[in-house]
């Protein structure tokens, strides 16, 4: 391999250094290597040890000598924090309130300090902002819907609902049908399975009313006037500021009731039914796959999270600047893999939640000796995971150029999982070393951009080093022999190797 690497990675590595690595001898097995692979044949006869007395125990007993644990009492484990979309320079957000999330997992903010709808992948890349409609520019953005491949989006200041594309190509506006003076200021919006729309309306200050329209968008119910109430029962299907809609599996509508603070449900008719109480003033509102009820609080500043039938489950989030903590959210929506995102306004932010793959069980204390040994069992099984878990890596092209170029490319076959960012990837393509395509040695990994932002001003670095830097931080260390991003990587308290140290490290020293 020649430098081109390093500069272009599109040149075939150098033929003598193919000669030279076609030569060498077959590495033999370090005394770490042969212990480590001791270590593992105890661990393994040890494991099949406990495996052969837990069958003969089960077919005896017909159960496991292991506590068991029951679910009386069993708890929700609240989501927890992942990261945060904010976007950079002229895309970075301003005061975002609306969002909703595509089927291909790109997310859909309206950002109403800048009047527009941003789009970001779900790890929070920026693609793409539009706003323009067939007369001009959004006005007032608040709301926002995906829906069969549109993005409905609502303006309070234009006084309905506009529809794009995917892309942010302006379609048409929403009209009711047969209705062209039909007098109203939208703001909240959702459709039932079937695709019809229903609509809050704060057009007026005696008609804050829910509408329901048919799948052509003919109106076919409309309830309720503007009422401020002192008593959460009173004002059955009034309203004052109803900020949210979501629509359940049943066709039953639930209307964040903002400044009533509470959540009205009403059947699928616009027929009432209940009352939900909640912290503080709601706003937006989502139903999950598993028919959950998230309430977003923009006062109490947590999120709220209930059965359909209003029974809290479990809340989270309060009050700051820092990770997980929210300043003013307003919207929430949730994609297919579980993740939520939510409108943090004041942090200027979107933040990304996800749950645990787990439940918070009822406490169980062991009783007897045997039973405080068999709880210890499964920690055998660390060591082994550890074992065989593949050592994680952070790579550059000059670092791959100088091992190559050092003789030890045979390193690059060793039980090390080589990491690089995607954008590295046209550095290596059509590169062989002695028969190997780097393609497919090395893995390429996405990045937080947010991250990445966030250390290039920390730091005061160029994209490159930053980028390298925030994937480093999660691996074993960063492999380089830039002195810049060697002197950055001490600084930030990352393990930094060149091809010595990682040549000693991986491969037993020099040969």
Request: charged share 25%.
């Amino acid at each position: 391999m020649t430098s081109d690497l390093m500069n272009e990675g599109t040149a075939s590595s150098d033929d003598a250094v193919r000669d030279n690595l076609a030569l060498q001898p077959r590495h033999s097995l370090t005394r770490r290597e042969r212990r480590r692979r001791i270590i593992l044949l105890v661990l393994l006869l040890l494991l099949l040890g406990i495996a052969l007395f837990l069958t003969f125990w089960w077919s005896s007993n017909r159960s496991l000598p292991i506590p068991a644990i029951g679910r009386e009492g069993e708890a929700l484990a609240p989501p927890r924090y992942l990261y945060s979309i904010t976007g950079t320079g002229a895309n970075a957000l301003t005061k975002p309130i609306g969002v909703d999330v595509a089927a291909n997992g790109n997310v859909y903010v309206v950002d109403f300090g800048k009047r527009r709808v941003s789009v970001f992948t779900a790890r929070g890349r920026f693609l793409r902002a539009f706003n323009k409609t067939a007369k001009g520019a959004l006005r007032n953005p608040v709301h926002l819907q995906i829906i069969h491949n549109e993005v409905w989006v609502t303006d309070r200041r234009l006084r309905g609902i506009f529809i794009f594309g995917m892309d942010g190509t302006f379609k048409r506006r929403f009209e009711p049908v047969n209705e062209p003076d039909f007098n109203w200021t939208p703001l909240a919006l959702a459709f039932d399975k079937a695709g019809a729309l229903r609509a809050t309306d704060v057009g007026q200050t005696d008609k804050h009313r829910l509408i329901y329209f048919s799948e052509d968008g003919s109106r076919t119910a409309m309830i309720g006037k503007t009422r401020q109430v002192t008593q959460i029962q009173e004002g059955r299907g009034e309203f004052f500021f109803p900020n949210g809609l979501a629509v359940a599996p049943n066709g039953y509508v639930y209307v964040a009731d903002g400044d009533n603070r509470r959540v009205q449900v009403l059947d699928a008719k616009a027929k009432f039914k209940k009352v939900i109480d909640t912290s503080g003033v709601p706003r937006g509102l989502e139903i999950d796959d598993k028919k959950r009820l998230y309430v977003v609080d923009a006062l109490a500043h947590q999120i709220d999270i209930f059965d359909l039938s209003g029974k809290r489950l479990v809340s989270f989030g309060e009050r700051g600047f820092g990770p997980g903590q929210f300043n003013y959210p307003n919207d929430i929506a949730t994609d297919t893999k579980g993740r939520i995102f939510i409108t943090d306004r004041e942090n200027n932010q979107v933040q990304v939640w996800s749950w645990p793959a787990f439940v918070v069980p009822s406490r169980y204390v062991p009783q007897a000796g045997w039973q405080w040994g068999t709880c210890a069992i499964p920690l055998l099984f660390l060591p082994l995971l550890l074992l065989l878990r593949r050592r994680r890596y952070i790579v550059t092209p000059v670092f791959v150029t100088g091992l190559v170029e050092a003789g030890r490319a045979d390193l690059l076959k060793k039980r090390v999982r080589y990491v690089a960012p995607e954008s590295d990837r046209a550095h290596y393509e059509d590169v062989e070393v002695d028969g190997l395509k780097l393609v497919d040695v090395i893995s390429f990994d996405e990045y937080s951009p947010s991250d990445v932002a966030a250390l290039r001003e920390k730091l005061r670095c160029g994209e490159s080093e930053a980028i390298y830097l925030t994937m480093a931080d999660r691996a074993r260390a960063l492999l380089t022999t830039d002195v810049e991003l060697r002197r950055l990587g001490i600084i930030s308290q990352i393990r930094v190797l060149d091809v010595d140290e990682f040549v000693n490290e991986v491969g037993g020293g020099a040969q």
